[in-house]
């Protein structure tokens, strides 16, 4: 049993370090994905709620928590503009942690931090967390 649990292990961790083909395209599909990310990062830091908006698929899905499932852009959109209204959001880290391409469709994972400015006064927080994201091509989006 334990030698089955050893090959197992063994080949697993070879399947995890097989080299994933990359590609002009594939670079010019990351190259789009950190832009798309600068531009909703700034979206987010501006409190346009109309770019952000813009930049959400209208069938997104959002886990913001445990028990917080946001389903479809607007409903997003309607959460946000209730923190916009209190709080200026700064990124303060934004780590990729790896992008995996295929086809069609990109899973970027992310550690991000975030700086709450409060605008009433209130104190500030620190939110950090690790999102993954899928980009799938749509042509209506202002980033493809």
Request: zero cysteines.
């Amino acid at each position: 049993m334990r030698k089955i649990k050893e090959i197992s292990i063994i080949i697993f961790s070879f399947i995890l370090f097989i080299p994933i083909r990359t590609n002009s395209q594939n670079e010019e599909i990351k190259k789009e994905i950190l832009n798309h990310g600068e531009v909703i990062r700034n979206a987010f830091s501006e409190g346009d709620t109309e770019k952000i908006k813009l930049l959400h698929h209208p069938d997104v899905t959002k886990a913001l928590g445990y028990k917080d499932l946001k389903i479809g852009r607007d409903e997003v959109i309607v959460g946000l503009k209730e923190t916009l209204e209190n709080y200026n959001l700064e990124f303060i880290e934004n780590y990729i942690e790896n992008i995996l391409i295929l086809d069609s469709i990109a899973i970027e994972q992310t550690r991000f931090s975030v700086k709450g400015i409060s605008k009433h006064g209130g104190e500030s927080f620190i939110f950090r967390g690790r999102t993954m994201v899928m980009y799938i091509k749509y042509d209506k989006s202002p980033t493809g």
